[in-house]
């Protein structure tokens, strides 16, 4: 069982940058890959970054390509996700999961999830 808490949501510019956290519980966090998704109003939960266990790989939508960069530390139980140049449609609720398959896109294949927070992007 894992659970996990996400934070660092608010309300910011287009273009500024945002820094989400998801903490970890539990002590086999680093055995599992970890993913970003996010949710828009009206709008099916998508998906945003992923990261393998040891950090060694890393996969993104296109869509934030080169704008957002995913990281984690194993020691702290922590995947973060690091949001550059913000643009008004990344406005959505952001959820961090965690599943034993890596390199998915799919929200299926995520096992355990937190309860999301917030990011809205005015232009």
């Known amino acids: 069982q894992v659970l996990l808490v996400e934070s660092g949501g608010g309300l910011v510019q287009a273009g500024d940058s945002l820094r989400l956290s998801c903490v970890a519980s539990?002590?086999?966090?680093?055995?599992?890959?970890m993913g970003w998704f996010r949710q828009a109003p009206g709008k099916e939960r998508e998906f945003v970054a992923g990261?393998?266990?040891?950090?060694?790989?890393?996969w993104y939508d296109d869509s934030v390509k080169g704008r957002f960069t995913i990281s984690r530390d194993n020691a702290k139980n922590t995947v973060s996700l690091h949001l550059n140049s913000l643009k008004p449609e990344d406005t959505a609720v952001y959820y961090c999961?965690?599943?034993?398959?890596?390199?998915?896109?799919?929200?299926?294949?995520?096992?355990?999830w937190g309860q999301g927070t917030q990011v809205t992007v005015s232009s």
């Open positions: 990261i393998s266990w040891s950090a060694s790989s890393t």
């Open positions: 999961a965690a599943g034993s398959s890596c390199y998915e896109k799919r929200g299926d294949k995520y096992n355990y």
């Open positions: 539990g002590r086999t966090f680093s055995r599992y890959c």
